[in-house]
């Protein structure tokens, strides 16, 4: 049964759902049904009505306002005949597909139009209806054929996508929503902030508490995240606009926001204030209250970058520097900050070297007794012999391996 496939989510039909589940708590499935004839829609809602008992049908007729009905991505399912005027069933597929419409559509054919089935699935329908062969049994079938495969579909997409353990958008989806927003500003003239978060001295934590802790923080920081941005970030925002705002998890305890739609680039600060705000609030896991800051680096688009790639690396730099100004900050991106990253970047990978090279060494500082004149104790002091630079000091590159995990193996 139809009603069967969606028991979990409320649907269902008598003979099939639940026993304790109430008429008024079944879900209706949502069909959406254009035709310019009205005796086929006539027809339609006698074939449903003999297979399905809970649906709602909406009947349109025109073309152009078919396609502003499904873009709106309320339906389950459409049915579309395949004639519409001056239109064929194929354009409007082709048009819905370009307006992001993840709904269904089933397109009803004439009889014998092979060419016609085929142009369809491939402009994008999921399925196609020969309407000399049309029953109730059929029209079943096949929608639930459609609806099972959108649900496949959706489980794939959600995978492919989205973070395993916070639900939010993955990298990929991230830079992917960014795309959008570059085209949308580019189109509108508009401008949007990247900000790139770091949760301070998570490694510590992470190493002190264990990994199940460590998730558990990453899950809690991303709701806290998340309800900043649902709270609805109007911030100098015109009215009427379709917003991209985004919370991702980029990896790690790296997470990155998309604010789409800002009038001024002071805008995004009041962001960064308001997402700092929501981790005053210690964070109790399994008992333990945990104090938590975190970095933030913000990056505006087009003048910090007019591309995915270089928009993504200077808020990723802009929050290293606001680490190094001693964290629980942000930062917005300037271009003389290319020049430190750059040396930050020459230092960790001339650090990594010099453990494999052996140039790091440790000198003895006598602490001699005055009354005896005897040694007494000695401090080890680490040092750094770089083959072209000389000795550096150890507040030059310490922080630097604390940061990135190196001072164990240099602790060794």
């Known amino acids: 049964d139809l009603h069967n496939l969606f028991i979990d989510t409320g649907y269902g039909k008598n003979n099939f759902r639940d026993k304790n589940l109430e008429d008024s708590e079944i879900k209706p499935i949502q069909i959406l049904f254009i035709d310019d004839n009205e005796d086929e829609y006539l027809i339609i809602c006698r074939l449903l009505s003999e297979v399905i008992s809970h649906y709602k049908i909406k009947y349109i007729k025109d073309f152009n306002m ?26 409007f597929i082709k048009e819905a597909v370009l307006r992001l419409c993840n709904t269904p559509i089933i397109l009803l054919t004439g009889h014998g139009d092979h060419e016609i089935d085929v142009a369809a699935m491939k402009a994008g329908a999921s399925d196609f209806l020969d309407k000399g062969m049309l029953s109730s049994n059929i029209l079943e079938r096949t929608i639930r054929y459609a609806l099972e495969r959108k649900k496949s579909e959706e489980k794939i997409k959600y995978l492919a996508y989205y973070d395993q353990l916070t639900n939010l958008p993955n990298r990929t989806l991230f830079l992917d929503r960014i795309r959008v927003a570059i085209s949308s500003a580019k189109r509108h003239n508009r401008i949007f902030a990247v900000l790139f978060i770091d949760i ?16 558990k923080l990453i899950i809690e920081a991303a709701g806290r995240f998340l309800k900043c941005i649902r709270h ?65 680096g ?67 500082q006598p602490i001699v007794d005055a009354k005896t004149r005897k040694i007494v104790e000695l401090e080890a002091l680490l040092r750094w012999r770089h083959p072209s630079k000389g000795m550096i000091s150890p507040m ?11 001072i164990i193996q240099i602790g060794e």
């Open 66 to 91: 078919g396609l502003e009905e499904i873009t709106q991505n309320n339906y389950n399912v459409c049915l579309l005949d395949y004639r519409l005027g001056a239109f064929t069933g194929i354009d």
């Open 200 to 215: 301070d001295n998570f490694k510590f934590i992470n190493d002190t508490l264990g990994h199940s802790m460590g998730d």
């Open 232 to 296: 609805g970030d109007t911030l100098g925002r015109g009215e009427n606009t379709t917003s991209l705002d985004t919370v991702a998890r980029m990896g790690g305890d790296e997470f990155t926001i998309l604010l789409s739609e800002i009038k001024e680039s002071e805008n995004a600060s009041k962001v960064a204030e308001r997402i700092q705000k929501t981790l005053l609030a210690p964070i109790i896991l399994d008992k333990k209250s945990i104090n938590v800051t975190i970095s933030i």
């Open 298 to 364: 913000i990056a505006i688009f087009p003048v910090d970058g007019d591309n995915i790639e270089t928009i993504i690396k200077h808020a990723d730099i802009a929050m290293y520097n606001a680490k190094s100004m001693g964290k629980n900050t942000f930062q917005y991106y300037n271009h003389t900050m290319n020049v430190s990253a750059l040396k930050r970047l020459t230092l960790e990978h001339d650090l990594r070297k010099a453990i494999d090279e052996n140039q790091l060494c440790v000198f003895y």
């Open 396 to 406: 030059n590159f310490i922080p630097v391996a604390e940061e990135n995990g190196m």
